[in-house]
């Protein structure tokens, strides 16, 4: 008799997991309390970002997590937006030159496709960028998604293996037969059976795992994020600025840095970093973004401060959009753990959590294809070593700043 398979959770990590268990002849189960890809899958910016992934685990899951998005173009029912044009990191200040010019040797050295790009170069690239633009980290091997479609599409891979993926259906707790996961039990007091059960509840598992007398450390990041109406298309890459780069502790290692450099008065004034992005989707809009800060909760509202920092560094580092019309806006709750990489693992008998993922665009659809290896008794395809289940995560602090 085939394996029974329970996923809690429908975003492009839980849907990933059902996509390949299916495939192998599992009987798959989701279970999602709103709709494939509500939570952080529908609400970032779509970055699938190799350029300042650390060494090691996140560095191989990523580069391994971008060449799986080429097979699945190939082999889901439906397609999904998805464009290869790099990445880049702009700058803006001579003084932050060394810092970058250090930070593209040592990528390089890593083994991403890397270079350094002059002012003419940036503004081939990103046609509504300040005219006095510094130069730009330029990384080939980063790419965009459009999340909310690779999930559907991933979905729709799921129910074409018939995985039976149920939206509406709120997961109340785990159940438990002795130590070994069984299965779950719904809001509505339903029982559901099965040989695993697999936790891939982003953002909200902290809360979901205590109702089961767990305590698992994943935090919570809230990004807020505008869109434009439909432009015409004038940036090729995902564009980060200079602000993003006191984020990465890739760059805060680095022998110049100097995080003087880095820091803006609208940071100041606002009391949260800026992750200053913008990206153009294939049907023209601009997502523009966005302050970061850490909720105690999920939460997914827009606050007055936030967009208006948004629009200030906006306005400030690409004049071209000065005029644009805007559409709508949104923000987007992250997980995160206090090291940054996710949790992969079986926990218990037969529960397996897959949750934590900060950068689940790169790395979701190869966690999906992991979990299924081992719940089928195989080794995973990447080494799952720093990502396991038991090792020391610091306690969550509300409002603490991470690093990634």
């Not at 529908?42 to 191989?60: E, I």
């Not at 990041?221 to 890459?237: F, M, N, S, W």
């Not at 000065?322 to 753990?337: H, M």
Request: contains cysteine.
């Amino acid at each position: 008799m085939s394996t029974s398979v329970i996923v809690i959770g429908g975003g492009i990590v839980g849907t990933s997991v059902a996509y390949y268990a299916a495939r192998e002849g599992m009987r798959v189960t989701l279970f999602e309390e709103e709709y494939p890809g509500y939570g952080a899958s529908s609400r970032n910016a779509g970055y699938v970002w190799l350029h300042c992934r650390n060494a090691g685990w996140a560095l191989d899951a990523s580069v391994a997590g971008r060449a799986l998005y080429d097979e699945l173009r190939e082999e889901l029912p439906q397609n999904f937006e998805f464009r290869a044009e790099g990445g880049l990191i702009y700058f803006t200040d001579e003084a932050q030159a060394p810092i970058f010019r250090e930070f593209v040797e040592a990528r390089s050295a890593d083994g991403l496709d890397m270079e350094l790009l002059d002012n003419r170069e940036v503004r081939n690239l990103v046609g509504p960028i300040r005219p006095d633009v510094a130069g730009a980290s330029f990384c080939a091997n980063d790419a965009q998604i459009n999340t909310a479609t690779v999930v559907d599409a991933i979905a729709a891979g799921a129910r074409a293996e018939s995985a039976d993926i149920r939206e509406g259906v709120r997961v109340d707790r785990i159940l438990f037969d002795g130590d070994r996961a069984i299965g779950a039990v719904t809001v509505e007091g339903e029982q559901h059976l099965a040989d695993y059960v697999v936790v891939a509840t982003g953002a909200w598992t902290e809360k979901f795992m205590r109702a089961s007398g767990w305590d698992v450390r994943v935090g919570r990041e809230r990004l807020q994020v505008l869109a434009t109406k439909p432009l015409p298309q004038q940036i090729a890459p995902v564009v980060y600025g200079p602000a993003t780069a006191k984020q990465y502790t890739l760059f805060r290692n680095l022998p110049s840095w100097d995080e003087s450099l880095f820091l803006s008065p609208i940071e100041e004034e606002s009391g949260s970093w800026m992750l200053t992005l913008a990206a153009q989707r294939a049907n023209g809009e601009v997502l523009l973004g966005c302050p970061m800060d850490y909720p105690d909760d999920i939460d997914h509202d827009v606050t007055m401060m936030g967009m208006l920092s948004t629009m200030r560094s906006i306005v400030d580092d690409f004049p071209g959009l000065r005029d644009v019309k805007l559409d709508r806006f949104w923000a987007g709750t992250l997980p995160t753990t206090s090291d940054m990489v996710p949790i992969i693992d079986e926990a218990a008998p037969g529960l397996m959590i897959a949750a934590g993922h900060t950068f689940g665009n790169s790395t979701g659809p190869v966690t999906g294809k992991c979990i299924m290896q081992l719940m089928q008794g195989r080794d995973p395809e990447i080494d799952l070593s720093e990502v396991r289940w038991g090792r020391h995560l610091d306690p969550i602090v509300p409002g603490a700043v991470m690093h990634w």
